[in-house]
């Protein structure tokens, strides 16, 4: 059974930086695309990263270009969201997901499989003041 643990959230100043963590359990992710999708109070779900645990490619919507790098060790099965640059709006539960999906070339393709099919952690709660 594969199990999602995000951890890392917690009350950040403003330009200040984060860095979160979902590791990974119930077996191998080699096939897997790994993501990280957040959803702010009466917002919609809004997609923030995705890897291939396989060649390690990764995959961002134009609006997290810049300040947000997903990246994975894979001897920890563990993925990681690094976060700069901190603004009130990035407040929200940030959530992990996984999903074997097929290979695509858009991040709107990778974000639509994660959503479909994906399995998906409890979540992390980040708050940015300013």
């Known amino acids: 059974q594969v199990q999602l643990e995000e951890s890392g959230g917690r009350l950040v100043q403003a330009g200040g930086s984060l860095k979160l963590s979902c590791a990974a359990s119930g077996r191998a992710f080699d096939t897997y695309t790994m993501g990280w999708f957040r959803q702010a109070p009466g917002k919609e779900r809004e997609f923030v990263a995705a890897?291939?645990?396989?060649?390690?490619?990764?995959y961002y919507p134009d609006s997290m270009k810049g300040r947000f790098m997903i990246s994975a060790d894979y001897d920890k099965n563990t993925v990681y969201l690094q976060m700069n640059n901190l603004k009130p709006e990035d407040t929200a539960v940030y959530y992990c997901v996984a999903a074997q999906i097929p290979d695509c070339s858009t991040d709107e393709c990778y974000a639509g499989g994660l959503t479909d099919v994906g399995l998906w952690g409890r979540g992390t709660q980040i708050t940015v003041s300013s």
């Open positions: 890897i291939k645990w396989n060649g390690g490619r990764t």
